[in-house]
């Protein structure tokens, strides 16, 4: 019991030293299924962004493998005219911080 005491708060530590950073928006981590585990966001938006997080590294994940079968997706990063994302591809559960 202590030990997933001391997991839990280290991921709300995790998450406000994440949050924390100027310009990030929101930190949201899904599960492969797409399922929000955690999130900083509202509902509407974790519900949203979390769906298609898993749907791109799963693509992404492909890809990777498709170059290399040896190899496999650890992060990625989306850049577009306004916005910066990076995921967190920790074995099969993409983390995800705009």
Do not use: W
């Amino acid at each position: 019991m202590a030990g997933s005491l001391t997991m839990s708060a280290a991921v709300e530590e995790t998450l406000k030293r994440i949050q924390s950073h100027r310009g990030v928006k929101g930190v949201l981590i899904v599960n492969s299924d797409g399922i929000p585990i955690r999130s900083t966001l509202s509902t509407e938006v974790t519900d949203s962004y979390a769906g298609l997080i898993a749907q791109l590294t799963y693509k992404a994940s492909s890809v990777v493998r498709t170059l290399d079968e040896t190899d496999g997706l650890t992060f990625l990063r989306i850049r577009s005219n306004k916005e910066v994302g990076a995921i967190d591809h920790k074995g099969e559960a993409p983390q995800g911080v705009k």
